[in-house]
T-cell receptor, first 115, second 118 residues
Framework: GDSVTQMEGPVTLSEEAFLTINCTYT??????LFWYVQYPGEGLQLLLK?????DKGSNKGFEATYRKETTSFHLEKGSVQVSDSAVYFC??????????????FGAGTRLAVHP | GAVVSQHPSRVICKSGTSVKIECRSL??????MFWYRQFPKKSLMLMAT?????????EQGVEKDKFLINHASLTLSTLTVTSAHPEDSSFYIC??????????????FGPGTRLTVL
């Protein structure tokens, strides 16, 4: 079945460092891809998305490109801040989700940014 | 933005008892709500999808008699873990989609409930 694999964390970076969190997927057809972020004590929030191959999603300085040839959707940010410390989830919506907008998630990657 | 709350945020119970977790959409009506669980260092796993006023649709491998889901109103869904056992200890997250939502990015998540069964 469809699945998402993320790099295992935690990822610890200094402020202003470059961030990459790897995400690969297995799916039939053409899924939509998402990155969600969860700050401490809060619910998951949509960070960015891409709905077709070669699309680039971007938000708050983060970006990810839908690469069908490598089945990847890696999250990147050029200069992280302490406020970016959170857990990041990669997710996909299968091509055929039965009309209920089902999401399949990775395990999440915890990012800790220190001053 | 849209807010989804969960109650309680943490619960500890004895083996054999039942535990109810509430999921509420605070500022919108949710026709569809989803329940997920997450084991440590594992993926967030969809357990079931519920639509207001109808029976929940459970994912393969999820015991419907153990995890009772009720979506009695457009702002409230409950998950009851019946006869809980230590292996049910997990992090449970709900999400809600607003009425007439047409895309997945309008799915809003609660902060989760940590269940520990002793």
């Amino acid at each position: 079945g469809d699945s998402v694999t993320q790099m295992e964390g935690p990822v610890t970076l200094s402020e202003e460092a470059f961030l990459t969190i790897n995400c690969t997927y297995t799916a039939t057809g053409y899924p939509s891809l998402f990155w969600y972020v969860q700050y401490p004590g809060e619910g998951l929030q949509l960070l960015l998305k891409a709905t077709k191959a070669d699309d680039k999603g971007s938000n708050k300085g983060f970006e990810a490109t839908y690469r069908k040839e490598t089945t990847s959707f890696h999250l990147e940010k050029g200069s992280v801040q302490v406020s970016d410390s959170a857990v990041y989830f990669c997710a996909l919506e299968p091509s055929f989700s039965g009309g209920y907008n089902k999401l399949i998630f990775g395990a999440g990657t915890r990012l800790a940014v220190h001053p | 933005g849209a807010v989804v709350s969960q109650h309680p945020s943490r619960v500890i119970c004895k083996s054999g008892t039942s535990v109810k977790i509430e999921c509420r959409s605070l500022d919108f009506q949710a026709t569809t709500m989803f329940w997920y669980r997450q084991f440590p260092k594992k993926s967030l796993m969809l357990m079931a999808t519920s639509n207001e006023g109808s029976k929940a649709t459970y994912e393969q491998g999820v015991e419907k008699d153990k995890f009772l889901i009720n979506h009695a109103s457009l702002t409230l869904s409950t998950l009851t873990v019946t006869s809980a056992h230590p292996e049910d200890s997990s992090f449970y997250i709900c999400s809600a989609s607003p009425f007439l939502a047409v895309s997945t990015d309008t799915q809003y998540f609660g902060p989760g409930t940590r269940l520990t069964v002793l």
